[in-house]
């Protein structure tokens, strides 16, 4: 399977041409425009520092179904409790900051300074989003990805409490379930993520869910403003 280049002025080709890895392109650049493109394309941007800046669209597609986020006792317990106290699009830059740092299983971190800043950026347009988890003053947890139509693109997550970025997904579930999004990227598997419910599904099949998504209107903007009363109470009102 041959691996395309693009230039700045270069479109991505379909993303059924990537390769058995879900390798599709090389090169470009960080633009809102073309990373707004790539989204609504089933394509996302993942390099290392150093490297070209790779794109890919891997077969099959990780994602989680709003309404199917497993939400145990145990975390029912901690939200109902209010361990935690959440907000949307509060410390940006905090969070994607505490997502590019260092972790034990992993000897670098994807999340180049070129990459916070284009993910920056995209909220600064109202496109990219966070949601934080607090303990009083303190930043617990957290995660930040796009919005498009009624498509949410997840990026990353982190946690400096115990059951933090658990929390947070649960919340952001909740709520893209009560604002009927059809579907959350979870881009590549991994195990804690099947275990709060995402599984792959074919690459035709989330492309489809992607086109249908994008027919509704982008939320853009704070999502402080939009949602401003956020608990674990929150869980119980969805409907």
Excluded at 7 to 15: E, I, L, T, V, Y
Excluded at 86 to 113: M, N, Y
Excluded at 115 to 124: K, N, T, V
Aim: proline share 7%.
């Amino acid at each position: 399977m041959p691996i395309f280049k693009i230039g700045k002025a270069r479109d991505f080709p379909a993303a059924e041409r990537a390769g058995r890895d879900g390798l599709l392109t090389v090169g470009g650049d960080l633009s809102p425009r073309r990373l707004l493109r790539a989204y609504g394309r089933g394509i996302f941007p993942w390099y290392s520092e150093g490297e070209p800046i790779l794109w890919w669209s891997p077969a099959p597609r990780f994602v989680l179904f709003p309404r199917e986020f497993h939400c145990g006792a145990t975390l029912r317990k901690i939200l109902r409790r209010g361990d935690f106290r959440f907000t949307f699009d509060r410390a940006f830059s905090e969070v994607i900051q505490a997502c590019a740092l260092p972790r034990p299983d992993q000897p670098g971190t994807w999340i180049t300074p070129g990459m916070r800043d284009a993910y920056i950026e995209l909220h600064r347009l109202g496109y990219a989003h966070s949601l934080e988890a607090w303990t009083d003053s303190d930043l617990a947890g957290g995660l930040y990805g796009l919005s498009l139509g009624r498509c949410f693109f997840a990026e990353s997550m982190f946690h400096f409490e115990n059951n933090a970025s658990k929390a947070v997904l649960a919340v952001l579930a909740a709520t893209l379930a009560k604002l009927e999004y059809v579907v959350i990227d979870c881009q590549v598997p991994t195990p804690h993520l099947a275990g709060w419910g995402a599984r792959s599904i074919p690459r035709h099949r989330y492309l489809e869910l992607v086109r249908c998504g994008l027919k509704n209107r982008t939320r853009r903007g704070n999502w402080g403003e939009l949602f401003p009363s956020l608990g674990g109470s929150f869980l119980e009102r969805r409907g």
